[in-house]
Nanobody, 117 residues
Framework: QVQLVESGGGLVQPGGSLRLSCAASGRSFSSYDMGWYRQAPGKQRELVAAIAINGRTNYADSVKGRFTISRDNAKKTVYLQMNSLKPEDTAVYYC???????????WGQGTQVTVSS
């Protein structure tokens, strides 16, 4: 079974930077579309960034130009580099293996990101 473990969250001041990591188990990481989602208190979980097998990326409008998603297939890891952080970025961030034609979705446990002065 696929396991996803997020790390790198924490407390940062507005304007600061943070890099999240998601380490995946299994032997088929390079065949997975991956995504980062976040959920703030009282709000629904939303897609932040996604990266496809071929490296194509998509971002929520709220993070375009500030966040960068990337993947290292050799390390079975997906990253989310977050720059120019704002208080409204505060949320629990989750890594997700997206479902495919022959695969189901898997979620990580989440990592807390708090942006506050």
């Amino acid at each position: 079974q696929v396991q996803l473990v997020e790390s790198g969250g924490g407390l940062v001041q507005p304007g600061g930077s943070l890099r999240l990591s998601c380490a995946a188990s299994g032997r088929s990481f390079s065949s997975y579309d991956m995504g980062w989602y976040r959920q703030a208190p009282g709000k629904q979980r939303e897609l932040v960034a996604a990266i496809a097998i071929n490296g194509r990326t998509n971002y929520a409008d709220s993070v375009k130009g500030r966040f960068t998603i990337s993947r290292d297939n050799a390390k079975k890891t997906v990253y989310l580099q977050m720059n120019s952080l704002k208080p409204e970025d505060t949320a629990v961030y989750y890594c997700k293996k997206e479902p495919g034609m022959y695969t189901i979705a898997y979620w990580g446990q989440g990592t807390q990101v708090t942006v506050s002065s």
